[in-house]
């Protein structure tokens, strides 16, 4: 009796789990404002990624360019 329970319970889960030919509109809505909010986040961190690349180069070539004058007026 507890096997045929069991079982009925596992197909009722399978069958409520089972994808429809119709995606849930609920759902779709749902995934649509994560994939923005998710877009929004990238552009976000790629400005500031950009932004940390500049100022890394800036500081890099800032330092190149003292060198050089450095040395330059030691010859």
Request: glycine share 0%; hydrophobic share 40%; proline share 3%.
């Amino acid at each position: 009796m507890n096997k045929q329970i069991l079982s009925i319970f596992v197909f009722a889960l399978f069958t409520s789990c089972a994808s429809s030919d119709k995606p849930n509109p609920i759902q779709v809505s749902i995934d649509s404002a994560i994939k923005a909010k998710t877009m929004e986040h990238q552009a976000k961190k790629a400005v500031y990624n950009d932004s940390v690349l500049n100022a890394l180069a800036a500081s890099k070539a800032d330092s190149i360019e003292k060198e050089v004058h450095t040395n330059t007026n030691k010859k």
